[in-house]
């Protein structure tokens, strides 16, 4: 939570909250691979709720800072892609986040040390473990 408030604060000025960041920020990931995702696939790869992503892309739409359109090849997919004034602002928000993600991980070597590396596997590791609980039906 506390990282989370901390990229809300540093964003703020942008007008962009860490949700909305984490969104722009992998949409624009995903073009720059070539790929213009569904939503779906965006909230597969943000690992926010599909609902979440929908509400978020609406909100982002009417702020101008990306592009909403139905899929051709199944109307019930809708495609995201930045305008350009959303890659404006995502690239000038990665660039205050990469600079508070170097500042936080500092005690760990800054953002490319060995230490933050080893850190990102090990929480890497603990963010793959699913979140249901086990069954209670034994049968």
Known sequence: MKWRVAVDRALAPLG???AQFSLLGSLMDLQQAGTRPSQRRLADH????ALYV???ARTLEAAGLLERT???ADTRAVRLSLTEQGRTLTSRAVVLVQTLMDRLLEPLGGLEG???AAFARELTALLDVPLHAPSTNEE
């Open 114 to 116: 060995p230490e933050a």
């Open 54 to 56: 929908s509400k978020l």
């Open 70 to 72: 139905t899929d051709p």
């Open 16 to 18: 962009l909250t860490h």
């Open 46 to 49: 943000t690992g926010l709720e």
